[in-house]
């Protein structure tokens, strides 16, 4: 694997997953089987109050050559072809959605030692531009995210990020909405032999001089049970702990509670993730 800045969307990911990774207000059930001959089958639920909502995919893996196809309730088939390095560094992806004739899409994938690039273009008469790009190495990184409509001839998306990285600490500025909102964030590594570690993010936004501020902390009770907390500006309070009660089979509770109304009802959501 190439070390570097990686990707646009790896800058701030570390706070992100710490603050919202794994929180869930419904209940989900996935189950993941495989056959003799490598492919592997993952069946979903989701409970979103009265509707639920189901989907099955399918894993192959041919050497360097990976097929996903995933068919949902609305009988909407997801289709992704991923070739992985046809050349040092380079990753390809293809993927629509059937019947969406206008979902095709191509992406480029490019890791360097000092970039990473990220490119995309839709497969259609007048297509959906993507391009985001990163320079820089392991400890300082300045990269962009743009897209371009060439329907109308406008960036849909104008962003910019900063990020930097030490041993323990990761810390990032990004510029979103075309400058409208600015998110900085923090991450900091306390004991990396529990994992503990603690984060916030704060996002102003200029349209409506708002400030959102969130804070969060991660630990491990045990090698197998993992405990998070968050809370934000807001008086939202959520808590979950994850259990891995065999090998990648995860166990997952968490609750959500209004700290300026505490006579409303708790969120409570629960997902169980079963890889025998």
């Given at each position: ?159 910019a990020g900063l990020s930097f990285s030490t ?108 890889k025998p």
């Amino acid at each position: 694997m190439v070390k570097g800045p990686g990707l646009y969307s790896d800058i701030g990911k570390k706070a992100r997953d710490l603050l919202y990774r794994d929180y869930v207000s419904d209940h989900k059930f996935t189950i993941t089987t495989y056959s003799t001959t490598g492919v592997a089958i993952t069946s979903s639920g989701l409970k979103k109050g009265e509707l639920l909502l189901a989907d099955v995919s399918t894993q192959l893996k041919n050497k360097n050559l990976t097929t996903d196809v995933k068919v949902d309730t609305n009988s909407n088939v997801y289709t992704t072809i991923t070739v992985d390095e046809p050349a040092p560094g380079l990753k390809t992806i293809v993927s629509f959605v059937v019947p969406d004739q206008k979902s095709g899409k191509v992406e480029l994938q490019y890791l360097h030692e000092y970039a990473g690039i990220n490119t995309s273009i839709g497969l259609t008469a007048s297509p959906l531009v993507n391009f985001s790009g990163v320079a820089g190495n392991n400890t300082v990184a300045l990269g962009t995210d743009l897209s371009f409509d060439t329907a109308t001839g406008n960036f849909t998306k104008c962003n910019a990020g900063l990020s930097f990285s030490t041993s323990d600490l990761i810390a990032s500025l990004v510029l979103n909405d075309k400058g409208d909102t600015v998110s900085a964030s923090y991450y900091h590594t306390v004991k990396p032999v529990t994992n503990t570690a603690v984060g916030a993010e704060l996002t102003h936004s200029f349209s409506s001089n708002e400030n959102t501020l969130t804070i969060g902390t991660q630990h491990l009770l045990d090698p197998l049970t993992t405990v998070k907390a968050r809370v934000n500006s807001y008086g939202k309070a959520s808590a979950l702990i994850q259990h891995e009660w065999r090998p990648r089979s995860l166990f997952t509770i968490s609750g959500e509670v209004d700290t300026r109304a505490i006579e409303k009802s708790a969120k409570i959501g629960l997902a169980v993730a079963l890889k025998p």
